[in-house]
Structure formats: C-alpha cells, structure tokens
C-alpha cells in the first residue's frame, strides 16, 4: 500500500473518531458542593491596613458589583466634600444591593476602591476595619485617582461578591 493510501486510511480513520466521539467517556457529574469562604491569614501589616492577602471561594453565586459612588446619602443631604459620609453611603449601597441578591456586605470577596485624595487612605482602613469587624477582610486594591464621572465625588467602591446556595 502506498503511504498515500495509509495517510488516507489515517485521516479517515481519526475524523471518523471524532465525529462519533469516540470511547470518549466523561466524569460523572457531581453535584455542586455548598459553597465555602476561606480568608488567608494575613501579615500584620495587612491586617492592620484591613485587607486579605487573597480571598478563595468554592461554589456558590457570583455578584460583579458596579463602581458605587455618591454625593448625597441615604436621606438625600448633600455628602459634596464629606470623604466619610460618601465611604459609608457607598457602603450601605454595596450592601443594600447586595441584599437584593441574598447577600450581605460580608459576602464581599474583593474590592477595587478609587480615592482622589491620597491623605483618604488611613481613613478608608478605618472605616473598612468598622465595616468588617470579625477581620474576615476583602481582598483589596487602593488606588488613588485625579478626579471621578462628576464634580463632588470623593471615592468609589467597585466589588465581587460570592453568596452561597
């Protein structure tokens, strides 16, 4: 036979394969397990600044959380200037987003936070250490930005979110 008749023979044979699957047998399918949180411990200068080093979730749902931002807070009063009241009106936003979903602000596995001030920085650890107080931290970036969407603004908070089944 030549080797153009076996290479034939070769490539017929493999499409064939892979048009019928096979003896492709895959794993059975498990179900999901209840979901699970586990904060890696952290330095203690990670500690002190109120972040996990990193977050590891298993299962459960997924919430990717918009950038939230204010000038006003829950009752409508002007926060234009306020760097406190806009973090923790963003917060009780998170929050109330999140309930809407089963959640909870604990339920926060990461978050991305803009400040346009860097002198906000130790304030912001404060606040998050107030809002997080059992030390089960988010995973965090602090990232100092020259200016927000509209005048007034002073920080945003961007998060995830893992909520269990």
Known sequence: MSRFALGLVGIVGAGLGLITGGNVVSAPQQPAPSSSVQYLEGSATQKERAFSPAVVTRGGRIIWLAGQTTTSDLNG????????????????????TLKRSGGSLRNLVTMTVFINDPRNGDQFVKLRHEMFPDGKFPASALITVSNFAQPGMLIEIQGVAVIGE
């Open 77 to 96: 009063k002007s926060l234009v200037g306020d760097f406190e009241g806009q973090a923790r009106t963003d917060f009780a936003l998170i929050d109330r």
